[in-house]
């Protein structure tokens, strides 16, 4: 099973947004990316507006149906609308993703860093999830490796699961990866068991993604766009994206 390659593009509307105006622009950036052979691309727009608007998402969308490629919209599903931000439902109603990742971030959180409480979690994303797929979208649930509650995505309705990779990440970075990979690879297992697929993604880059996918069995997306968009500063898009793809054409060839 190959691994689809999902460009992530908030940290080009974080540069935009820092300066005002419509540079760099995401639909440039989206392209060239799908250029260099991404499979698709991935947005998360926040009730905050700070990186992706609302009008990027429905940019992007048509490009993406233009190209015939996959469109990921990451959000929180219970977080309400508010000025400037119509609700993750509104712009999936709009946009008609492939797929929509529901993350339990909140406006105080720099980044993602946490996945579902199922315990706490389950009652409420059942009926939402059953919402997203009546439009046609497959829906993935943001979860913790190592969560023994992983199978519950499936009573939820959901597709997937994206295993949240930053501990993975840190650990690499000290060369101490093995046992949060055996993690990854366990909850990868439950979730499948349950007839549950495997997206992945947070902190994955060019050092440790072959590592990742060479451990964790069929994972059949990568998010990146952090460590992405950083290494482009000093390659390029192009090439960067191009890397990012031998990756992981080399995985899916030796897998």
Not at 4 to 30: M, Q, T, Y
Not at 224 to 229: D, K
């Amino acid at each position: 099973m190959s691994t689809a390659l999902s460009v992530n593009l908030n940290k080009i509307a974080v540069l935009r947004n820092s300066r005002g105006g419509d540079e760099p622009d995401v639909v440039r950036a989206g392209t060239a990316c799908l250029d260099a052979g991404a499979h698709g691309l991935t947005v998360h727009p926040r009730p905050d507006a700070r990186h992706i608007r609302a009008d990027d998402v429905l940019a992007l969308a048509a490009l993406c149906r233009a190209r015939g490629v996959e469109y990921n919209i990451e959000g929180n599903p219970f977080a309400p609308p508010r000025p400037g931000y119509p609700g993750l439902l509104a712009l999936c109603e709009a946009a008609r993703p492939a797929q929509v990742t529901f993350v339990p971030d909140g406006d105080g959180q720099l980044t993602s860093d946490h996945g579902f409480d199922f315990a706490r979690d389950a009652a409420g994303l059942r009926p939402l999830v059953a919402a997203y797929k009546a439009l046609g979208t497959r829906v993935s649930l943001f979860v913790d490796v190592g969560d023994p509650a992983v199978a519950r995505a499936a009573d939820c309705g959901a597709d997937r699961v994206e295993l949240y990779t930053g501990p993975y990440a840190e650990a690499f970075a000290v060369g101490d990866a093995q046992a949060a990979l055996a993690a990854a690879a366990e909850t990868a297992r439950r979730a499948q068991a349950a007839g549950v697929a495997v997206n992945a993604g947070h902190d994955l880059s060019q050092a440790n993604l072959a590592t990742f996918l060479a451990h964790v069995p069929d994972v059949r997306e990568v998010s990146i766009g952090h460590a992405l968009i950083g290494e482009a500063l000093y390659a390029g898009l192009d090439a960067t994206v191009r890397a990012y793809r031998r990756i992981v054409d080399g995985i899916c060839a030796t897998a």
